[in-house]
């Protein structure tokens, strides 16, 4: 569920000596081959023209689903240190960002940023204190969970859509927005963004971050684009395709803004998605194996490019090592923050500064941690499912025969999955393992490899998986036993990652925040 980031930076000729202005857009669950750069039947000429004249980042690594992937980009920090390696947060779950936690529109708005938030949050929304307008946004538009109907604006029958600002006198003010029902939020949001880069009081650095719910499920568009963007496309995939392509003319538009209003000459751009498409569903990861919910490369490497005339070099693939979690520590310097002047301490981040590796395709890491779950961190059971599954499916791991079924409990997975330059290691026990996208969904899925004696397109599995992925990005070649030292090499990093986990504790599961046909907030500090 984070779907694509689109990362606008405002720089002077001189890097660095001047606070840029920043836009963040995120697209949900785009899959990894579904631009037109990347030979996609799905139009796309902004992306396309944005990237086409930009870097394109090639190992940027997000997370396999929403909220560990916003978590890590709004907080610079692994999901093992925010505890959100227990995966995304149900609509009554009291969870949220931890509140010690110094959030990105925070760390901007200490050093004088104008901070708006437009779109999808889905990080905590059980008190209020963990909602967008007291995490550091002057202004939000949008929804606090991770889903809605698109023209509907509800999830379960009560909506989800409001504006958030403070009044004259420091009040927050909360506008459930329910008059704007049948309009379709891609357009909302995109002409919200387009409305606050034109107001802007360029005396003072702007952030904005925009979040679409597009492409996600449910799967809805207006008629006349479906037509309009893709009537050669057919069957299921032609409302996702549209989708995108609405989301891609929002991005155009966006662009034109930042030009209209002086800004374009000191704009890097910065475009990526939160995780890939859905397995065997409309969304193509092609020629990447799996897709969201499985750290394979198709539901774990963003579609991603940096767009900016301030770049050294562009006009091609750098393929330097990057992570969600970089975007912070970068814009944190772009912004001459000092940490230990703020008014909560710096936790530790785990992003570096990539400035310098995206602008002159200078190395900056070696190693990234996917994700390392250990049941012993995790004191909570899982759970109700949202709020119309409620029963609980245990999952037994001893068997790769078992297949996913909605519900299905993941507590007792124990797994790690990282990567240290061109070599990926998968090991432990309810890995979840899927096959390949096909080209531009015009070909049969391909299932995934035979397991006694049975195919298992979409599994949990045990065991020891090492992919090389210089020669293999399609991680077919399993080579653990041939290069039992990497193996060794990279299981010794565990431990350290492991003392950083953040226990997940036990929390309760409420509907007290579907009162009068309204998502709110139903806890208090």
Not at 318 to 332: E, G, I, K
Not at 349 to 357: A, L, P
Not at 420 to 433: A, V, Y
Not at 458 to 477: A, K, P, Q, Y
């Amino acid at each position: 569920m984070w779907g694509i980031l689109l990362v606008l930076v405002s720089l002077p000729n001189n890097a660095y000596t001047k606070q840029p202005n920043i836009v963040v857009i995120v697209a949900d669950d785009l899959g990894y081959q579904d631009v037109g750069f990347r030979g996609s039947d799905i139009l796309t000429p902004n992306i396309d023209r944005l990237a086409g004249q930009g870097v394109i980042l090639e190992n940027h690594i997000v997370s396999s689903i929403c909220s560990p992937a916003r978590a890590s980009l709004m907080t610079g920090r692994y999901g093992i240190r925010t505890g959100f390696w227990k995966g995304n947060i149900k609509p009554n779950e009291e969870f949220g960002l931890g509140l010690d936690e110094t959030l990105l529109p925070e760390m901007l708005k200490r050093n004088g940023y104008k901070t708006h938030g437009v779109g999808k949050w889905h990080l905590g929304m059980h008190t209020w204190e963990h909602t967008p307008p007291k995490r550091g946004f002057e202004t939000w538009f949008g929804m606090f969970l991770g889903e809605q109907g698109y023209f509907s604006h509800k999830k379960i029958g009560r909506t989800d859509l409001r504006e958030n600002y403070y009044d004259l006198d420091g009040n927050l003010v909360d506008n459930v927005r329910k008059d704007l029902k049948g309009k379709y939020n891609t357009y909302l949001y995109t002409d919200k963004s387009v409305e606050l880069v034109q107001n802007h009081d360029q005396t003072k650095p702007f952030f904005l971050y925009l979040a679409y719910t597009a492409p996600h499920i449910p799967h809805e568009v207006p008629e006349e684009d479906a037509d309009r963007f893709a009537s050669h496309i057919l069957g299921k995939r032609r409302n996702y395709a549209a989708m995108v392509s609405v989301m891609d003319e929002g991005v155009g538009k966006i662009a034109d803004a930042l030009t209209n209003n002086g800004m374009m000459e000191n704009t890097i751009i910065v475009f990526t998605s939160d995780n890939g498409a859905y397995y065997k569903s409309v969304g193509s990861n092609y020629p990447l194996r799996g897709g969201k919910s499985s750290f394979l490369e198709g539901g774990v490497r963003g579609v991603t490019f940096v767009h900016s005339p301030l770049l050294q070099k562009s006009g091609y693939t750098n393929t330097n090592l990057h992570h969600v979690t970089d975007w912070y520590a970068t814009f944190q310097k772009l912004a001459g923050d000092k940490p230990e002047e703020g008014s909560k301490a710096q936790l530790p981040i785990d992003g570096v500064d990539i400035w310098r590796s995206a602008s002159n395709d200078e190395p900056c890491r070696d190693e990234i941690l996917y994700e390392l779950r250990d049941p012993s961190k995790r004191l909570d059971s899982q759970g109700r499912r949202g709020l119309k599954n409620v029963k609980k499916y245990p999952v037994q791991l001893k068997t790769t025969k078992m297949k996913f079924r909605k519900g299905d409990s993941r507590d007792a997975q124990e797994f790690f999955v990282i990567r240290w330059k061109n070599w990926k290691l998968l090991t432990g026990s309810g890995l979840e393992f899927q096959g390949w996208s096909p080209d531009r969904g015009l070909k049969e899925y391909r299932n995934f490899v035979n397991y006694n004696g049975e195919l298992h397109p979409r599994s949990l599995v045990s065991g020891t998986f090492l992919f090389d992925l210089s020669t293999d990005i399609r991680e077919e070649h399993n080579v653990a036993d041939t290069y039992p030292n990497i193996v060794n090499s990279l299981l010794d990093k565990k431990q350290g990652y492991l003392d950083k986990v953040k226990v997940v504790e036990e929390r309760n599961y409420s509907n007290a925040g579907m009162a009068d046909g309204v998502w709110k907030p139903w806890v208090e500090l």
